[in-house]
């Protein structure tokens, strides 16, 4: 196993917005990640990057969908734009507020926040910086918000700061974290934040390579989540893979705490974290969506993902991973040119056995002569790991989906795994970035055998007043 000491520099330490129901008074906030207003269900958050904002196009929102026992509905939302009382900044063209989202309590009160990424905003007379902002949530759901910091080397840098965020307790001391990352510049924020936005401290890491992707979660059972940020270079462009790990040092140089495992035969792009072998210790899942070709050997015409499963050093980079694709025995349909399977992975309990499943998106699948309407697969977790066996797969064109396969829908292009009722199974929310020209997004519920189309919903940009392109769906926050 090849780890070496990261070597980073230390730093400092008018959107619609839809009242919800208080909890009530006596009624503790649940505390669950995710779990915006407190009331015990988990909720979703939905970027529409491309949404016009009054007369200012491509600004960008953030749709909340709230958790019931009844899961989600346009009925109980909240959208939130740079507009948006309380929210840092003003709606600009081409801000793509809402580029990039991640959930957890910044704050300690019990309420889950929200960090949402705005990767084309300007800061002062520089163009395409990005920023990324808290949206702080509470008994009535999301509202107001703080900016993060950013420093100097920041400003410096053009491409997207915030293209990627990622959440978690990184040091393993209760306390949530947050890492913000776009181009070669990556941010760690410590928790817990104040309501201004200042972090305990912040370090800035300049060697996880030219970046616009973040993995996080726990792969040591130790209690702190490790960090795995995927680039690509010249001599590999199947993806760089090493996971960062709390390793403390000196106490007064918290910037040298985390150490850096290379995973030299492992490749992919996206990737989501989970327990999926039902061991104690997450698994990394990697989606390898880009076929092989000269300067990419690596992969499977239409795309895989790869599973290396953690352990209490981490996953052992020596390892045979399981590897499935769309001609894997028992995974619908079958590999093909730009299907881009693995393009989006999401990780959760789907049936409530206790063991993750995987969710794959395949937003460029064809179905009949519909091109690029998309597709997801669910692949089950199990004691020996993932299995291709019993893998179902879900389309426009399913019986029970909602809409139909159309060319271009990108059915697929982000997927989330997220128990919305509260019946202990992962409901899959998926989204079609480029339906009907401005994005719409579809609910599957979990039950014991899996997801069931019965009460499938849908929830276009139309129907939640978005106006403009919208590119609703394109991200959904994890």
Same mark, same amino acid.
């Given at each position: 196993m090849r780890k070496r000491t990261l070597l980073t520099v230390a730093t400092l330490t008018t959107g619609l917005l839809t009242a919800l129901p208080a909890t009530t008074a006596t009624a503790a906030p649940s505390g669950l990640p995710g779990d915006f207003n407190g009331d015990g269900y988990r909720d979703v958050a939905i970027g529409a990057i491309s949404a016009n904002v009054g007369s200012v196009r491509n600004a960008g929102a953030v749709v909340v969908l709230y958790g019931s026992a009844s899961g989600v509905s346009a009925a109980k939302k909240t959208v939130i734009t740079q507009n948006s009382t309380g929210v840092p900044g003003a709606a600009e063209d081409g801000d793509r507020f809402g580029g990039s989202l991640a959930a957890g309590d910044l704050d300690a009160d019990g309420y889950a926040d929200l960090v949402v990424g705005a990767p084309n905003e300007s800061v002062g007379d520089r163009d395409g910086i990005g920023t990324a902002t808290i949206i702080w949530g509470g008994r009535s759901g999301l509202t107001g918000g703080s900016s993060?910091?950013?420093?100097?080397?920041?400003?410096?840098?053009?491409?997207?700061?915030?293209?990627?965020?990622?959440?978690?307790?990184?040091?393993?001391?209760?306390?949530?974290?947050?890492?913000?990352?776009?181009?070669?510049?990556?941010?760690?924020?410590?928790?817990?934040?104040?309501?201004?936005?200042?972090?305990?401290?912040?370090?800035? @890491?300049?060697? @996880?390579?030219?970046?616009?992707?973040?993995i996080a979660g726990d792969l040591t059972g130790d209690g702190a989540a490790e960090r795995v940020y995927p680039y690509t270079v010249s001599g590999d462009h199947g993806g760089v893979i090493g996971y960062l790990g709390y390793d403390p040092g000196d106490e007064s140089h918290p910037e040298s705490d985390y150490a850096l495992t290379d995973l030299p035969n492992a490749d992919g792009h996206q990737g989501a974290v989970g327990d999926i072998?039902?061991?104690?210790?997450?698994?990394? @899942?990697? $989606?390898?969506?880009?076929?092989?070709? $000269?300067?990419?050997?690596?992969?499977?015409?239409?795309?895989?993902?790869?599973?290396?499963?953690?352990?209490?050093?981490?996953?052992?980079?020596?390892?045979?991973?399981?590897?499935?694709?769309?001609?894997?025995?028992?995974?619908?349909?079958?590999?093909?040119?730009?299907?881009?399977?693995?393009?989006?992975?999401?990780? $959760?309990?789907?049936?409530?056995?206790?063991? +993750?499943?995987?969710?794959?998106?395949?937003?460029?699948?064809?179905?009949?002569? +519909?091109?690029?309407?998309?597709? @997801?697969?669910?692949?089950?977790?199990?004691?020996?790991?993932?299995?291709?066996?019993?893998?179902?797969?879900?389309?426009?064109?399913?019986?029970?989906?909602?809409?139909?396969?159309?060319?271009?829908?990108?059915?697929g292009i982000s997927i989330r795994l997220v128990d919305l009722d509260k019946n202990g199974k992962a409901e899959l929310v998926t989204g079609a970035g480029y339906e009907n020209g401005y994005g719409a997004v579809t609910v599957l519920r979990g039950t014991s055998t899996g997801l069931t189309t019965t009460g499938a919903k849908f929830l276009s940009a139309r129907d939640l007043t978005l106006k403009g392109g919208a590119d609703f769906g394109w991200v959904i926050g994890q």
């Open positions: 993060l910091p950013q420093s100097s080397a920041e400003l410096s840098e053009w491409g997207g700061y915030s293209s990627a965020i990622a959440t978690g307790d990184f040091n393993g001391d209760g306390k949530t974290d947050v890492t913000v990352t776009g181009q070669s510049y990556t941010g760690v924020y410590r928790g817990p934040f104040t309501r201004t936005g200042t972090p305990v401290n912040r370090t800035g @890491v300049y060697e @996880v390579g030219t970046t616009y992707e973040v072998n039902g061991d104690g210790y997450g698994d990394l @899942v990697l $989606g390898d969506h880009e076929d092989p070709r $000269g300067d990419k050997p690596t992969g499977h015409k239409g795309g895989q993902i790869s599973v290396w499963y953690g352990g209490p050093d981490g996953p052992d980079p020596e390892q045979k991973p399981t590897v499935i694709h769309q001609d894997t025995a028992g995974v619908p349909g079958a590999g093909e040119t730009d299907d881009l399977f693995g393009s989006a992975v999401a990780v $959760g309990d789907v049936n409530g056995d206790t063991f +993750a499943d995987v969710a794959v998106g395949a937003f460029g699948e064809d179905n009949g002569t +519909a091109k690029d309407s998309g597709s @997801v697969t669910i692949l089950f977790g199990s004691a020996s790991g993932l299995k291709g066996s019993g893998a179902t797969s879900y389309t426009q064109n399913t019986a029970g989906v909602p809409g139909s396969s159309e060319t271009g829908d990108g059915f």
